[in-house]
């Protein structure tokens, strides 16, 4: 579980860093050379990405990273999971899918060897709170947070029961739309992000469209914790073909720490 994170950040007075990363995009080697790497960089916390033919609430970069990794299955994130695990990395990892690859894995078998894999928590971008319970009757028996998501359109009363349901953070989608880079966060957010959190039994985490160090500082100053994505997703992708695989590394690498950097308040 992962609500150790949440009590280190508050002594050192800034938010966690929440980095998404799309698995097997190109290939599960280069995935996990990156997840070792923006751990050292300052990541807290790392969100494993299942590639999903059909990604509902993701804009062009990460469907076009689920298009590059098409093949990459559920085992192979868990295998690298656990190979990550054994290297000594040991910052919180949360498989992050859509309902489709889960089920088809079977939810009892994958709690079980989420477990043995080294993953801390899920993020089931499709399943509501009313069916949370299909989830949580597997994952909570093994110590596996249920990162529960908020929207802007939530009511503060739905929020509050959407974070009773869920543990770890309460993921809380800052525009309505899809994941995808952008160069502001909406107008109403500070106001917003703080109501979220007086509702929420949770810390929240605020998502989606967060690009870079000054929209990340923002949301830190406000939020339990900030998550960043397609940024780092195109990163890697565009500076792989152009440069290589080191140079991919370093740069994403780069970009994390200073996105670590700003989340101090």
């Not at 960043?228 to 695989?245: N, Q, T």
Request: charged share 25%.
């Amino acid at each position: 579980m992962i609500n150790h994170i949440f009590k280190k950040t508050a002594k050192e007075n800034r938010a966690a860093l929440v980095v998404f990363i799309s698995c097997g995009d190109p290939d599960i080697g280069f995935t996990e050379k990156l997840v070792r790497r923006v751990c050292d960089a300052g990541a807290d916390m790392v969100e494993l990405g299942v590639p999903f033919s059909d990604p509902m609430a993701d804009g062009k970069s990460i469907q076009a990273a689920s298009r590059r990794a098409a093949g990459t299955s559920v085992r192979d994130v868990l295998e690298m999971s656990a190979r990550l695990r054994k290297a000594g990395v040991s910052n919180p990892f949360i498989l992050f899918s859509y309902m489709n690859p889960l089920f088809k894995f079977g939810l009892e078998k994958l709690a079980a060897e989420s477990s043995l894999s080294g993953i801390d928590a899920w993020l089931v971008v499709d399943v509501p709170m009313e069916e949370s319970d299909e989830i949580l009757i597997h994952t909570r028996p093994r110590g596996i947070d249920f990162i529960p998501l908020g929207a802007p359109t939530s009511s503060l009363d739905r929020i509050e029961k959407i974070s009773e349901c869920g543990s770890g953070f309460l993921y809380y989608v800052t525009v309505m739309g899809v994941t995808g880079v952008r160069n502001a966060l909406p107008t109403e957010f500070v106001e917003r992000i703080a109501e979220v959190r007086k509702a929420s039994v949770l810390p929240v985490a605020a998502g989606f469209g967060i690009s870079n160090p000054q929209m990340a500082s923002l949301a830190a100053r406000h939020a339990d914790a900030v998550v960043v994505g397609s940024k780092i997703v195109d990163m890697a992708h565009d500076v792989l073909l152009s440069e290589g695989e080191a140079a991919a590394l370093d740069k994403v690498g780069e970009f994390v720490g200073s996105l670590a950097s700003a989340m101090k308040r």
